[in-house]
């Protein structure tokens, strides 16, 4: 398949800034139309996204604060928003991965029924890495929680701790990049794509 797509592409869309413009410009409609689904069938997803993060901000804005109820909102938002953006929709994520890798091998793409159909095939994967994500979150937020109200004996000792936080939840951001992608083009138990995509992230 690779060579077809290669035979078929000039020389300069082969490369990255090019290839992805021509994404971009031949399937604007497509994009735009994947997008919407995407984050239409996200929303019970971002909706737990906003119960856990609303959770996160109550507990990290001081009681009593000044403006206290818009500290809260905002945070809210920001870290909803950011668990989205980084950790994606979930058990939707596979339908949207498998119409975007198709339409970037230049594959023919049915968007509504090829987008539910995978997330169909891949619902029990994408449900374990779902949870996966949760608990991970919870415990990062807890972890933090507890770092940065530590007793004044050990003031200092928190930022190690913190960056310690901040480095694994980069390692595994970086490493969900290949999740979805892998869980889309090959048949495998999940803890296997998970420790391939850790792989792949490490190289």
Known sequence: MMASFNDNVPEREKRLPFKYLDICIHKFGGLVGLNLLYTLCSLPVIAIYFLLASLVA???VPQGAEFYSDAVTTLTVTIAVFMFISLGGGPVAPGFMYVL???VRREHAFIL????ENIKKNFKQSIVV???DIVLVLVLFININAIFNMPEMF???HQPFAYVMVLISAIYIGAR??????MVTFKAPVFTIIKTSF???AK
């Open 101 to 103: 890798r198709n339409f």
């Open 199 to 201: 792989m792949l992230f």
């Open 58 to 60: 109550s507990n990290f």
């Open 177 to 182: 990049i290949y999740m979805y992608p892998l």
């Open 113 to 116: 029924s090829d987008f539910f």
């Open 130 to 132: 779902f949870i996966i």
């Open 155 to 157: 003031f200092g000792m």
